[in-house]
């Protein structure tokens, strides 16, 4: 008897930096998604965020290690910082799959990453390669370019966690010189502080 694919989750993002809300949102997908692990993949140069400067690569990465401590089913994937180039997805996906062709890749995106589906690099390639799964707030209704719709037919719901944080909301409340642990928790705020990060911003 064959064995089933393995559905590991990619959720990709600048994470500058990770925060608790992410944290949230990965242990829903394991949980509702019924993945077999979650694989956090910090975008090495994001072709759609041109408009402000990242924080170094290797803060980010730190940070996400950080979080993900005492978290057995999720890692720490590195291929897009160690990749040159501008950071596309199915680059990634294609890589997984080329590596692991035993594996489900499932991709989580925002309602907000959803709605801009059609700008990204082969997106329609892209959807033939991996399950979607679509974070949503309770009672939010998620909505695609027509466009979208006709190919997503592997789109699931994921219901997003209640929690107003963003990377922004850390970021601002560094330069105001506030407590980010209830944000971020103490490891990362931790990091932050000794690296001086965000002081500027």
Same mark, same amino acid.
């Given at each position: 008897?064959?064995?089933?694919? !393995?559905?590991?989750?990619?959720?990709?993002?600048?994470?500058?930096?990770?925060?608790?809300?992410?944290?949230? $949102?990965?242990?829903?997908?394991?949980?509702?998604?019924?993945?077999?692990? $979650?694989?956090?993949?910090?975008?090495? !140069?994001?072709?759609?965020?041109?408009?402000?400067?990242?924080?170094? @690569?290797?803060?980010?990465?730190?940070?996400?290690? $950080?979080?993900?401590?005492?978290?057995?089913?999720?890692?720490?994937?590195?291929?897009? /910082?160690?990749?040159?180039?501008?950071?596309?997805?199915?680059?990634?996906?294609?890589?997984? /799959?080329?590596?692991?062709?035993?594996?489900?890749?499932?991709? #989580?995106?925002?309602?907000?990453?959803?709605?801009?589906?059609?700008?990204?690099?082969?997106?329609?390639?892209?959807?033939?390669?991996?399950?979607?799964?679509?974070?949503?707030?309770?009672?939010?209704?998620?909505?695609?370019? @027509?466009?979208?719709?006709?190919? @997503?037919?592997?789109?699931?719901?994921?219901?997003?966690?209640?929690?107003? #944080?963003?990377?922004?909301?850390?970021?601002?409340?560094?330069? !105001?010189?506030?407590? #980010?642990?209830?944000?971020?928790?103490?490891?990362?705020?931790?990091? #932050?502080?000794?690296?001086?990060?965000?002081?500027?911003?």
């Amino acid at each position: 008897m064959a064995l089933s694919a !393995r559905r590991i989750g990619l959720f990709g993002g600048s994470f500058d930096p990770v925060h608790l809300a992410h944290l949230a $949102l990965a242990r829903s997908a394991l949980r509702q998604l019924g993945l077999d692990g $979650l694989r956090w993949v910090p975008a090495g !140069r994001p072709w759609q965020k041109a408009q402000r400067q990242l924080s170094a @690569a290797e803060h980010r990465a730190a940070m996400v290690a $950080l979080l993900l401590e005492g978290e057995p089913r999720f890692e720490l994937d590195r291929s897009e /910082l160690d990749r040159d180039g501008p950071s596309y997805t199915i680059d990634t996906v294609r890589a997984w /799959l080329a590596s692991e062709p035993g594996i489900t890749p499932v991709l #989580i995106l925002g309602q907000d990453q959803y709605a801009r589906l059609p700008t990204w690099h082969q997106w329609r390639e892209l959807l033939g390669l991996v399950e979607l799964a679509v974070a949503a707030r309770a009672g939010q209704e998620i909505r695609a370019a @027509a466009e979208v719709e006709l190919v @997503a037919h592997r789109m699931q719901r994921l219901d997003m966690p209640a929690m107003d #944080i963003s990377s922004t909301l850390v970021r601002e409340q560094v330069l !105001r010189g506030g407590d #980010i642990k209830p944000m971020v928790g103490e490891r990362v705020a931790g990091y #932050i502080a000794q690296h001086h990060l965000y002081s500027e911003y």
